[in-house]
């Protein structure tokens, strides 16, 4: 189970001024974080650190962002939390979360949160969120970091339409007049999203067309490479106002 510690904010440089700056940072430190500590909660014993992973899913209505997940859940071990169903769940088990019409960023974050923190794997798939650049911005202030990386499911919209119909799960919102209102949002709230990370060139833009089989022969190479320099040391979280975890 991984715990939240402290801030390490003070100590922290937030000029991102250049490249080789950033490089440096997270050189440093991963060094520093992946050191022995002192855990407080086991009378000082000392314990390993560890950093969460985090990427972003994105990609409009029925691009195929839980089809992918799943995969590289099986592929590459990453644990898969998709917002959407953190919301209906919530919405399902009638809790004070889940009752307005209008699912605050706040909410949204606390529950994807909860779900981190007690978790026992550190590489997470966050699936459909951020929707909007209040989301976005809502989520690195309150978890304390903007993810390491970004999947972006490009997929045309007479496609998201035809899969989205022609599933078959149930969901209440897999309807004609739901989808266009959908591909609405998507354009104007969450391609600003999308935008503002490749600006960061954080997003690995995959083409969704294609069988679930071909989709996935291009994200294979992208988190075979991405889970390679996790291993050896060169991808950590960025440290703006970042909260360090530990497992136990
Ligand atoms: N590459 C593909 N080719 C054809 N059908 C696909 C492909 N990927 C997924 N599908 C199917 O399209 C439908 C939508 O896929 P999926 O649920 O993964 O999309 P999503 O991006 O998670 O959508 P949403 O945002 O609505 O949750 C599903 O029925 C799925 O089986
Ligand atoms: O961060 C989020 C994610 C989702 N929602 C709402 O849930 C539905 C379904 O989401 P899917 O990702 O398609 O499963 C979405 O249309 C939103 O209404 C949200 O409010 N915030
Ligand atoms: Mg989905």
């Known amino acids: 189970m991984w715990r939240r510690a402290a801030s390490l904010s003070p100590l922290l440089s937030p000029s991102k001024s250049s490249l080789l700056h950033q490089g ?23 314990s390993k650190e560890k950093l969460p992973f985090i990427t972003f899913v994105l990609g409009g209505p029925g691009s195929g962002k839980g089809t992918q997940c799943a995969k590289i859940v099986e592929t590459f071990g990453y644990i898969h939390l998709s917002a959407g169903d953190l919301l209906r769940k919530e919405i399902a088990s009638n809790s004070e979360n889940g009752k307005g019409k209008i699912v605050p960023s706040g909410i949204t974050v606390k529950l994807i949160q909860k779900e981190i923190e007690s978790s026992d794997n550190y590489k997470f798939l966050i699936d459909g969120f951020p929707r909007c650049e209040e ?4 989520f690195e202030q309150i978890i304390g970091m903007e993810p390491n990386n970004v999947l972006f499911f490009d997929c045309p919209e007479d496609e998201m339409v ?33 935008k503002h990370y490749t600006e960061k060139g954080k997003v690995y833009k ?16 992208i988190f075979t490479e991405v889970c390679n320099r996790i291993s050896a040391g060169f991808e950590v979280c960025d440290y703006n106002n970042f909260k360090r975890f530990w497992m136990d």
């Open 206 to 221: 995959v083409n969704a067309v294609g069988s679930a089989d071909e989709v996935f022969e291009q994200v294979r190479p």
């Open 135 to 138: 989301n976005r911005i809502a």
């Open 24 to 46: 440096l940072c997270r050189l440093t430190f991963w060094g520093a974080f992946t050191t022995d500590i002192m855990h407080p909660a086991k009378g000082g014993i000392a």
């Open 162 to 194: 035809k899969r989205v119909l022609s599933r078959n799960e149930g969901r209440v919102d897999d309807n004609i007049d739901t989808i266009k209102k959908r591909l609405k949002v998507f354009s104007a709230l969450n391609l600003p999203v999308i």
